[in-house]
Every structure is written in structure tokens, then in C-alpha cells.
């Protein structure tokens, strides 16, 4: 069974950075895309960056230049580096590993950051 688990959140002030990392445990094969989702309070569940399995990156216009999303080689783990902080970046971030089935569609349990002063 593939599970994702998230990690790196936290309570940071504005113009600050933290790193995102998500690992995978479990069989999934190849992979389409790795990706971190955030969702604030009383808000749809949006794409931040996603990364495919050889690499294509893409970014939310909100976080392009202030955050970078990579992985490993292996395609086990994704990371989401933020810098610069804002107090709207605070949300509950997800990652998602999607195969190239549809039921290849894996979520995290969510990790929260804050931006605050």
C-alpha cells in the first residue's frame, strides 16, 4: 500500500523560508508527477508545483521565484523549498504522487504552515 507522509511544516515570520519534504513508502512504478497542493481555511484545494517523473517543472504564478519544488533520483521523496514567506501563503500543504493510472492518485495527510508575525 502506497502511503505519503509529509514533513518540515511549521510557524514561521513573514520573509522567512521552510522546506517541504514528502516520502513515499510502497510499491507504485513509474511515476507521472509529484506535486504539493495547498488548501486554505474555507478554500478549494489549489496546485502549488509539480514536478514529473523526468522532470518537468511547474509553478503556481503566486510562488514562481520564491518557491523551488525537486525530488529525488529515485522518485521516492519531493521536496518544496519556500522562501520569502507571506502571511497568504499560510495554508495546509498536500503532496501527490499520480501514476499513469488513474488509480494511481496518492494523497499526504496535510501538513500546516503558518506565516505570521
Known amino acids: 500500500q502506497v502511503r505519503l507522509v509529509e514533513s518540515g511544516g511549521g510557524l514561521v515570520q513573514p520573509g522567512g523560508s521552510l522546506r517541504l519534504s514528502c516520502a513515499r513508502s510502497?510499491?507504485?512504478?513509474?511515476?507521472?508527477?509529484m506535486a504539493w497542493y495547498r488548501q486554505g481555511a474555507g478554500k478549494q484545494r489549489d496546485l502549488v508545483a509539480s514536478?514529473?517523473?523526468?522532470?518537468?517543472?511547474n509553478y503556481a504564478d503566486s510562488v514562481k521565484g520564491r518557491f523551488t519544488i525537486s525530488k529525488d533520483n529515485r522518485n521516492n521523496e519531493v521536496y518544496l523549498q519556500m522562501n520569502s514567506l507571506q502571511p497568504e501563503d499560510t495554508s495546509l500543504y498536500y503532496c501527490?504522487?499520480?501514476?499513469?493510472?488513474?488509480?494511481?492518485?496518492?494523497w499526504g495527510q496535510g501538513i500546516q504552515v503558518t506565516v505570521s508575525s
Open positions: 501527490n504522487f499520480k501514476g499513469f493510472s488513474l488509480r494511481q492518485d496518492y
Open positions: 514536478i514529473s517523473g523526468l522532470g518537468t517543472i
Open positions: 510502497g510499491n507504485f512504478g513509474s511515476i507521472k508527477t
